[in-house]
Protein backbone atom coordinates (compact mmCIF):
# COMPACT_ATOMS: atom_id res chain seq x y z
CA UNK A 1 0.00 0.00 0.00
CA UNK A 2 1.50 3.32 -1.02
CA UNK A 3 2.17 5.75 2.06
CA UNK A 4 1.84 9.22 -0.14
CA UNK A 5 -0.22 11.32 1.36
CA UNK A 6 -2.38 11.73 -1.46
CA UNK A 7 -3.61 8.25 -0.89
CA UNK A 8 -5.35 9.32 2.68
CA UNK A 9 -8.72 10.88 3.43
CA UNK A 10 -8.18 14.35 4.61
CA UNK A 11 -9.41 15.80 7.70
CA UNK A 12 -10.67 19.28 9.17
CA UNK A 13 -7.84 18.57 11.90
CA UNK A 14 -5.10 18.23 9.30
CA UNK A 15 -5.61 21.63 7.98
CA UNK A 16 -5.56 22.70 11.81
CA UNK A 17 -9.23 23.29 13.37
CA UNK A 18 -10.70 21.03 15.55
CA UNK A 19 -14.76 21.01 15.47
CA UNK A 20 -14.84 18.71 18.42
CA UNK A 21 -12.40 21.15 20.84
CA UNK A 22 -14.98 24.42 19.58
CA UNK A 23 -17.80 22.15 20.54
CA UNK A 24 -16.26 21.27 23.88
CA UNK A 25 -15.83 25.39 24.12
CA UNK A 26 -19.51 25.99 23.32
CA UNK A 27 -20.20 23.41 26.45
CA UNK A 28 -18.05 25.18 28.67
CA UNK A 29 -19.22 28.75 27.93
CA UNK A 30 -23.14 27.21 28.65
CA UNK A 31 -23.52 28.19 31.96
CA UNK A 32 -21.42 31.49 31.53
CA UNK A 33 -24.14 32.59 29.01
CA UNK A 34 -26.57 31.30 31.36
CA UNK A 35 -25.50 33.59 34.42
CA UNK A 36 -26.21 36.48 32.32
CA UNK A 37 -29.83 36.28 32.31
CA UNK A 38 -32.03 39.27 32.18
CA UNK A 39 -35.34 39.75 31.51
CA UNK A 40 -36.38 39.59 27.60
CA UNK A 41 -33.02 37.35 26.84
CA UNK A 42 -34.25 33.74 28.07
CA UNK A 43 -33.20 31.27 24.99
CA UNK A 44 -30.16 29.19 25.40
CA UNK A 45 -27.18 28.96 23.23
CA UNK A 46 -26.96 26.80 20.22
CA UNK A 47 -28.96 28.01 18.00
CA UNK A 48 -28.15 30.26 14.41
CA UNK A 49 -29.16 33.99 16.01
CA UNK A 50 -29.99 35.22 19.35
CA UNK A 51 -33.18 36.74 20.53
CA UNK A 52 -34.00 39.43 22.98
CA UNK A 53 -37.71 40.26 23.59
CA UNK A 54 -37.56 43.93 24.02
CA UNK A 55 -41.89 43.86 25.58
CA UNK A 56 -40.31 41.26 28.53
CA UNK A 57 -37.70 43.95 29.37
CA UNK A 58 -40.54 46.59 29.55
CA UNK A 59 -39.88 48.72 26.84
CA UNK A 60 -43.12 50.73 25.45
CA UNK A 61 -41.64 53.10 22.72
CA UNK A 62 -38.23 51.96 22.31
CA UNK A 63 -35.43 53.17 19.84
CA UNK A 64 -32.63 50.28 19.49
CA UNK A 65 -28.98 51.79 19.60
CA UNK A 66 -25.96 49.03 18.69
CA UNK A 67 -22.28 49.77 19.30
CA UNK A 68 -19.41 47.51 17.89
CA UNK A 69 -15.74 47.85 19.14
CA UNK A 70 -12.64 45.52 20.48
CA UNK A 71 -9.56 45.99 22.65
CA UNK A 72 -6.87 46.93 20.26
CA UNK A 73 -3.52 46.60 21.13
CA UNK A 74 -3.64 45.66 24.78
CA UNK A 75 -4.83 42.07 23.31
CA UNK A 76 -1.12 41.77 22.58
CA UNK A 77 -0.05 42.43 26.37
CA UNK A 78 -2.35 39.86 27.48
CA UNK A 79 -1.71 37.17 25.37
CA UNK A 80 2.64 37.95 25.90
CA UNK A 81 1.69 37.61 29.78
CA UNK A 82 -0.56 34.99 29.81
CA UNK A 83 -3.37 37.48 31.49
CA UNK A 84 -7.03 36.71 30.37
CA UNK A 85 -8.95 37.21 33.49
CA UNK A 86 -9.85 40.67 32.89
CA UNK A 87 -9.56 41.76 28.69
CA UNK A 88 -13.45 40.38 28.29
CA UNK A 89 -14.44 42.87 31.22
CA UNK A 90 -12.55 45.57 28.57
CA UNK A 91 -14.46 44.46 25.54
CA UNK A 92 -17.74 44.65 27.42
CA UNK A 93 -17.12 48.08 28.53
CA UNK A 94 -16.21 49.51 24.91
CA UNK A 95 -19.18 48.19 23.89
CA UNK A 96 -21.59 49.33 26.53
CA UNK A 97 -20.09 52.63 28.00
CA UNK A 98 -20.19 53.80 23.88
CA UNK A 99 -24.63 52.62 24.40
CA UNK A 100 -24.99 54.92 27.50
CA UNK A 101 -23.59 57.74 25.74
CA UNK A 102 -26.59 57.90 23.68
CA UNK A 103 -28.93 57.41 26.90
CA UNK A 104 -29.69 53.13 26.26
CA UNK A 105 -29.82 50.74 28.43
CA UNK A 106 -27.22 48.06 27.52
CA UNK A 107 -29.41 44.79 26.69
CA UNK A 108 -27.68 42.31 24.89
CA UNK A 109 -24.11 41.51 23.74
CA UNK A 110 -22.40 38.87 21.41
CA UNK A 111 -18.67 38.05 20.95
CA UNK A 112 -16.32 37.15 18.37
CA UNK A 113 -13.24 35.35 19.02
CA UNK A 114 -10.85 34.23 16.46
CA UNK A 115 -7.27 31.94 16.69
CA UNK A 116 -5.03 30.27 14.61
CA UNK A 117 -5.20 27.32 17.23
CA UNK A 118 -8.01 27.05 19.62
CA UNK A 119 -6.78 26.86 23.44
CA UNK A 120 -9.94 25.88 24.91
CA UNK A 121 -8.49 26.80 28.21
CA UNK A 122 -7.82 30.38 27.16
CA UNK A 123 -11.04 31.22 25.34
CA UNK A 124 -12.63 30.04 28.14
CA UNK A 125 -10.99 32.30 30.44
CA UNK A 126 -11.84 35.25 27.81
CA UNK A 127 -15.31 34.39 28.01
CA UNK A 128 -15.96 34.40 31.42
CA UNK A 129 -14.55 37.42 31.52
CA UNK A 130 -16.68 38.71 29.04
CA UNK A 131 -19.63 37.29 31.17
CA UNK A 132 -18.16 39.17 34.16
CA UNK A 133 -18.48 42.54 31.79
CA UNK A 134 -21.93 41.98 31.02
CA UNK A 135 -22.83 40.95 34.12
CA UNK A 136 -21.82 44.75 35.70
CA UNK A 137 -23.56 45.91 32.85
CA UNK A 138 -26.71 43.94 33.11
CA UNK A 139 -26.58 42.90 29.48
CA UNK A 140 -27.39 39.44 28.54
CA UNK A 141 -24.46 36.99 26.54
CA UNK A 142 -26.66 35.83 23.88
CA UNK A 143 -24.46 33.91 21.78
CA UNK A 144 -21.13 34.49 19.91
CA UNK A 145 -18.71 32.97 17.44
CA UNK A 146 -15.25 31.33 17.76
CA UNK A 147 -13.16 31.31 14.52
CA UNK A 148 -10.36 28.97 14.59
CA UNK A 149 -8.35 30.03 11.18
CA UNK A 150 -5.06 28.23 10.91
CA UNK A 151 -2.21 30.53 9.43
CA UNK A 152 -3.89 33.85 10.39
CA UNK A 153 -2.73 34.33 13.69
CA UNK A 154 0.66 33.68 15.10
CA UNK A 155 0.65 31.65 18.04
CA UNK A 156 -1.12 32.26 21.06
CA UNK A 157 -2.42 35.07 19.36
CA UNK A 158 -6.04 35.94 19.73
CA UNK A 159 -8.36 38.65 18.31
CA UNK A 160 -11.66 39.95 20.09
CA UNK A 161 -14.45 41.96 19.22
CA UNK A 162 -17.98 42.58 20.43
CA UNK A 163 -21.29 43.70 19.21
CA UNK A 164 -23.79 45.03 21.77
CA UNK A 165 -27.66 46.72 21.38
CA UNK A 166 -29.08 48.66 23.99
CA UNK A 167 -32.92 50.69 24.10
CA UNK A 168 -33.72 53.91 24.95
CA UNK A 169 -37.59 55.13 25.52
CA UNK A 170 -38.01 57.54 22.60
CA UNK A 171 -38.20 60.61 24.94
CA UNK A 172 -35.15 59.57 26.75
CA UNK A 173 -32.40 59.90 23.71
CA UNK A 174 -29.38 61.60 24.42
CA UNK A 175 -28.63 63.95 21.49
CA UNK A 176 -27.03 66.96 23.36
CA UNK A 177 -28.92 69.06 21.94
CA UNK A 178 -30.20 70.88 25.04
CA UNK A 179 -26.67 71.36 26.08
CA UNK A 180 -26.14 74.97 26.40
CA UNK A 181 -23.31 77.81 27.81
CA UNK A 182 -23.07 77.50 31.85
CA UNK A 183 -23.52 74.06 31.88
CA UNK A 184 -21.17 71.62 33.97
CA UNK A 185 -18.87 68.81 32.92
CA UNK A 186 -18.07 66.60 35.85
CA UNK A 187 -15.70 64.03 35.29
CA UNK A 188 -15.73 60.34 36.50
CA UNK A 189 -12.47 58.55 37.11
CA UNK A 190 -11.39 56.10 34.87
CA UNK A 191 -10.03 52.80 36.11
CA UNK A 192 -6.28 52.85 34.22
CA UNK A 193 -5.75 53.44 30.99
CA UNK A 194 -8.99 51.32 30.04
CA UNK A 195 -8.41 50.42 25.98
CA UNK A 196 -7.17 52.92 24.49
CA UNK A 197 -3.24 54.17 23.60
CA UNK A 198 -1.72 50.77 24.11
CA UNK A 199 0.69 50.57 21.14
CA UNK A 200 2.26 54.09 22.71
CA UNK A 201 2.21 51.95 26.08
CA UNK A 202 3.78 49.29 23.93
CA UNK A 203 6.34 51.16 22.48
CA UNK A 204 7.30 52.74 25.73
CA UNK A 205 7.74 49.60 27.48
CA UNK A 206 9.89 48.09 24.75
CA UNK A 207 12.21 51.42 24.48
CA UNK A 208 12.36 51.93 28.32
CA UNK A 209 12.99 48.31 28.78
CA UNK A 210 10.17 48.36 31.80
CA UNK A 211 10.18 45.89 34.40
CA UNK A 212 6.17 44.35 33.77
CA UNK A 213 6.79 41.24 36.02
CA UNK A 214 8.26 43.83 38.93
CA UNK A 215 5.88 45.73 41.06
CA UNK A 216 4.65 48.69 39.86
CA UNK A 217 6.38 51.99 40.24
CA UNK A 218 3.48 53.66 40.90
CA UNK A 219 1.65 50.81 43.47
CA UNK A 220 3.68 48.00 44.66
CA UNK A 221 1.30 45.85 45.93
CA UNK A 222 0.64 44.95 41.98
CA UNK A 223 2.77 44.24 39.25
CA UNK A 224 3.13 46.59 36.41
CA UNK A 225 2.13 44.27 33.65
CA UNK A 226 -1.21 43.99 35.89
CA UNK A 227 -1.37 47.85 36.93
CA UNK A 228 -1.39 48.14 32.79
CA UNK A 229 -4.06 45.54 32.33
CA UNK A 230 -6.61 46.91 34.51
CA UNK A 231 -9.98 46.26 33.05
CA UNK A 232 -11.73 49.50 32.04
CA UNK A 233 -14.43 50.52 33.91
CA UNK A 234 -18.24 50.04 33.21
CA UNK A 235 -20.21 52.60 34.01
CA UNK A 236 -23.55 51.86 33.39
CA UNK A 237 -25.13 51.41 36.86
CA UNK A 238 -24.08 54.53 38.40
CA UNK A 239 -25.36 56.63 35.28
CA UNK A 240 -28.64 54.56 33.98
CA UNK A 241 -30.64 55.77 37.18
CA UNK A 242 -29.52 58.90 36.15
CA UNK A 243 -30.49 58.80 32.61
CA UNK A 244 -33.95 57.37 32.77
CA UNK A 245 -34.92 60.98 35.24
CA UNK A 246 -33.81 62.43 32.72
CA UNK A 247 -30.91 64.32 34.92
CA UNK A 248 -28.07 64.16 32.50
CA UNK A 249 -27.68 66.66 29.35
CA UNK A 250 -24.73 64.42 27.70
CA UNK A 251 -21.87 62.00 27.98
CA UNK A 252 -18.55 61.75 26.41
CA UNK A 253 -16.68 58.02 26.73
CA UNK A 254 -13.45 58.89 26.59
CA UNK A 255 -11.79 56.37 24.64
CA UNK A 256 -9.44 57.52 21.08
CA UNK A 257 -8.98 60.86 20.92
CA UNK A 258 -9.11 61.57 24.66
CA UNK A 259 -10.68 64.17 26.35
CA UNK A 260 -10.02 67.07 23.32
CA UNK A 261 -11.60 64.95 20.88
CA UNK A 262 -14.53 63.30 22.50
CA UNK A 263 -16.54 65.88 24.08
CA UNK A 264 -17.15 67.76 21.40
CA UNK A 265 -19.09 64.76 19.71
CA UNK A 266 -21.98 65.22 21.97
CA UNK A 267 -22.03 68.97 21.62
CA UNK A 268 -24.56 70.87 19.81
CA UNK A 269 -23.18 73.87 17.18
CA UNK A 270 -22.41 77.43 19.28
CA UNK A 271 -21.10 75.53 22.34
CA UNK A 272 -17.48 74.82 23.66
CA UNK A 273 -16.07 72.64 25.96
CA UNK A 274 -13.57 74.50 28.78
CA UNK A 275 -11.67 71.74 30.40
CA UNK A 276 -9.32 72.53 33.67
CA UNK A 277 -6.65 70.11 33.88
CA UNK A 278 -5.67 71.11 37.43
CA UNK A 279 -9.20 70.72 38.51
CA UNK A 280 -8.86 66.81 39.48
CA UNK A 281 -4.99 65.32 40.73
CA UNK A 282 -3.40 63.12 37.84
CA UNK A 283 -2.86 59.95 38.94
CA UNK A 284 0.30 58.19 39.43
CA UNK A 285 -0.02 56.03 36.54
CA UNK A 286 -0.88 58.90 34.24
CA UNK A 287 2.07 60.88 35.62
CA UNK A 288 4.64 58.06 34.74
CA UNK A 289 3.61 57.37 31.38
CA UNK A 290 3.83 61.21 30.74
CA UNK A 291 6.94 61.12 32.27
CA UNK A 292 8.54 57.89 30.40
CA UNK A 293 7.68 59.23 26.92
CA UNK A 294 7.95 63.11 28.16
CA UNK A 295 4.50 63.02 26.01
CA UNK A 296 3.45 66.70 25.47
CA UNK A 297 0.54 67.77 27.20
CA UNK A 298 -1.60 68.49 24.11
CA UNK A 299 -0.15 64.89 22.54
CA UNK A 300 -1.26 63.40 26.06
CA UNK A 301 -4.85 65.17 25.97
CA UNK A 302 -5.30 62.83 22.31
CA UNK A 303 -3.63 59.93 23.44
CA UNK A 304 -5.05 58.73 26.63
CA UNK A 305 -8.11 59.62 28.77
CA UNK A 306 -5.99 61.30 31.57
CA UNK A 307 -7.66 59.81 34.41
CA UNK A 308 -11.14 60.45 33.43
CA UNK A 309 -13.71 57.76 31.75
CA UNK A 310 -16.32 59.38 31.23
CA UNK A 311 -17.78 63.04 31.24
CA UNK A 312 -20.88 64.10 32.38
CA UNK A 313 -22.67 66.93 31.15
CA UNK A 314 -25.50 68.35 33.42
CA UNK A 315 -27.22 71.98 34.01
CA UNK A 316 -25.14 74.33 36.77
CA UNK A 317 -27.98 73.66 39.13
CA UNK A 318 -27.82 70.32 39.17
CA UNK A 319 -24.06 69.46 39.08
CA UNK A 320 -23.92 69.10 43.00
CA UNK A 321 -26.63 66.84 43.15
CA UNK A 322 -26.20 64.71 40.48
CA UNK A 323 -22.29 64.64 41.40
CA UNK A 324 -23.26 63.60 44.93
CA UNK A 325 -25.77 60.64 43.68
CA UNK A 326 -22.78 59.25 41.47
CA UNK A 327 -20.39 59.35 44.12
CA UNK A 328 -23.20 57.61 46.24
CA UNK A 329 -22.49 54.49 43.88
CA UNK A 330 -18.86 54.19 44.17
CA UNK A 331 -17.63 56.54 41.68
CA UNK A 332 -15.11 59.11 42.09
CA UNK A 333 -16.24 62.22 41.02
CA UNK A 334 -14.51 65.80 39.51
CA UNK A 335 -15.88 69.06 38.48
CA UNK A 336 -13.45 69.32 35.34
CA UNK A 337 -15.23 72.34 33.15
CA UNK A 338 -17.54 73.96 32.24
CA UNK A 339 -19.72 74.70 28.63
CA UNK A 340 -19.13 78.16 26.94
CA UNK A 341 -20.63 80.04 23.83
CA UNK A 342 -17.93 79.31 20.65
CA UNK A 343 -17.23 77.10 17.84
CA UNK A 344 -18.06 73.52 18.73
CA UNK A 345 -14.98 71.74 20.29
CA UNK A 346 -12.78 71.62 23.34
CA UNK A 347 -10.34 73.55 25.19
CA UNK A 348 -7.86 71.86 27.85
CA UNK A 349 -6.00 74.26 29.82
CA UNK A 350 -2.75 73.02 32.64
CA UNK A 351 -0.72 75.13 34.61
CA UNK A 352 2.92 74.49 35.30
CA UNK A 353 1.96 71.92 37.64
CA UNK A 354 -0.06 69.86 35.51
CA UNK A 355 1.29 67.68 32.63
CA UNK A 356 4.20 69.94 32.17
CA UNK A 357 7.00 71.32 33.32
CA UNK A 358 7.21 73.84 30.98
CA UNK A 359 4.68 76.60 31.48
CA UNK A 360 1.37 77.30 31.52
CA UNK A 361 -0.55 75.58 28.30
CA UNK A 362 -3.66 75.37 25.72
CA UNK A 363 -4.94 72.85 23.78
CA UNK A 364 -7.75 73.67 21.60
CA UNK A 365 -9.74 71.17 19.41
CA UNK A 366 -12.54 72.56 17.00
CA UNK A 367 -14.82 69.64 15.87
Given at each position: ??????????????????????????????????????????????????????????????????????????????????????????????????????????????????????????????????????????CALIGGETAEMPGMYADGDYDLAGFCVG??????????????????????????????????????????????????????????????????????????????????????????????????????????????????????????????????????????????????????DEAKSVAAALEATGETVFTIGRIEAGAR???????????????????????
Open positions: MSSDRHNSPYTYADAGVSITAGNALVRAIGPLARATRRPGAEAELGGFGGLFDLKAAGFVDPLLVAANDGVGTKLKLATEWDRHAGIGIDLVAMCVNDLLVQGAEPLFLLDYYACGKLDAGVAEQVVASIAEGCRQAGAVERDRLLTGSNIAAGDVILGLASSGVHSNGYSLVRRLAADRAWKLGRPSPVDQDHLLIDTLLAPTRIYVASLLPLLRKGRIKGLAHITGGGLLENIPRVLPEGTHALVDADAWPQTRLMAFLQAQGSIEPEEFALTFNCGIGMAVIVGAGCTVRGSVETWSARADWTATHVA
